[in-house]
């Protein structure tokens, strides 16, 4: 199995951990419940592509081995007959769709489209076909796998299934670390800049990875796998609470906890990225310290709304910050901490002009 062999064969201990402990995690699911109690819910996103190869590998493990000698070549055809089911809307990305239903064809998944809503399409699966339990690719840092274990029952109100997550502990480098090192395909849009990809009305590219081109002076965005800080893999996803969503336009936060509300409404904002020394600027009545890092260069520019107890950003479009400068644009520095009570309805402006 090649995903096996690129395992033994990396010399990057951690990801061998982690493949390892997600393969036990299978393998154990595959002991408990039969092959065709189990699903698998696959989506296209990188994170159940990578779940994807974990569940071929680990079928193969599973099943017989003399049917498959490791260093037979036929082993890299080995296919997971894996029950899988996709829940598709009409707000998917195409290039998600035409992703997820190619790898089901390549990997000869048995694999259902369902046009319903979760809830909906679960409880009509399970009425269906009886299933106990179903593969995740949701990691710590998903907002619903708080609370989650690799084993969890589904919620209370929910149909009644095991939720596996074999790679619930797994990092955002470990994600990518793993599709490189095992030369898996993945949807064209992590090359442009998307590192979770939501709704084609909910999702950017992360502005992160914007940067220019010097010598056509155009911005652009680099692939997902080059996103150095994990913590910011949300940042072109919106924030599902937004009162802003409605007023059209995609809607995004500017990093995971982008603005946490605490009790008296202190705020922690992570950051937008800029090239200037340490300062503070003074916004109305918000006070921020910006926390700057002078390796980076893009800069993102935003339109901001206050509400009563969230910080909305909606992005503009991003670019680097020497077209910013060009433009003598109004940007959004890299914001550490919003260090004073916020108080109701003050909209902001810009924080600065650069010059
Ligand atoms: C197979 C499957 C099972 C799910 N089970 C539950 C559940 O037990 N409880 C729950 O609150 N949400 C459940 N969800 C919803 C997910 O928690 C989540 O809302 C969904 O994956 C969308 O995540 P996203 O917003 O990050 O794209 C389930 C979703 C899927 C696809
Ligand atoms: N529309 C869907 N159809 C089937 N499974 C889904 C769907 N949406 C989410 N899931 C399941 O929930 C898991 C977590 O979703 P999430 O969006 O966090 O990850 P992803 O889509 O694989 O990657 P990314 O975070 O890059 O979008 C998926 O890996 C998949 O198992």
Known sequence: ??????????????????????????????????????AFSFNGGKDSTVLLHLLRAGYFLHIEK???PNDNPANCNVKCPI??????????????NSFTHETATT????????????????????????????????????PNAVGQEQFSPSSPGWPP??????????????????????????????D??????????????????????SSSNKDYFKPAYLLADGRLERAGRAKRYSPLASEGGPVASNGPNSVESHQNSTLTASVITVDLPDYKVKLENYEFNLLLNEKETCVTILLRYLVVDCLSIRILRSCSLASAKAANCAIMMKIDTISRSMEPHSGFKSIRRLN
């Open 83 to 96: 029950r899988t089911i996709y829940f598709e809307t009409p707000s998917t990305f195409p290039e998600i």
């Open 66 to 68: 003399p049917e498959y």
């Open 1 to 38: 199995m090649e995903i096996d062999k690129a395992m033994r064969e990396s010399d990057d201990q951690r990801l061998k951990t982690m493949y390892n402990n997600a393969i036990n995690v299978i393998q154990r699911a595959l002991s408990l419940y039969k092959f065709e109690e189990v």
């Open 161 to 190: 299934f095991m939720r596996v997550n074999p790679i619930l502990d797994w990092s955002y480098r470990d994600v990518w670390a793993f599709i490189l090192t095992c030369k898996i395909q993945y949807c064209s849009l992590y």
């Open 107 to 142: 990997y000869g998944l048995q694999m259902e489209t369902i046009r319903l809503d979760f809830k909906s399409g679960l409880e009509a699966l399970l009425k269906e076909k009886p299933t106990k339990a179903i593969f995740l690719g949701t990691r710590i840092g998903d």
């Open 192 to 213: 442009k800049g998307y590192t979770s990809i939501g709704s084609i009305y909910d999702t950017v590219p992360n502005s992160f990875l914007c940067t220019n081109d």
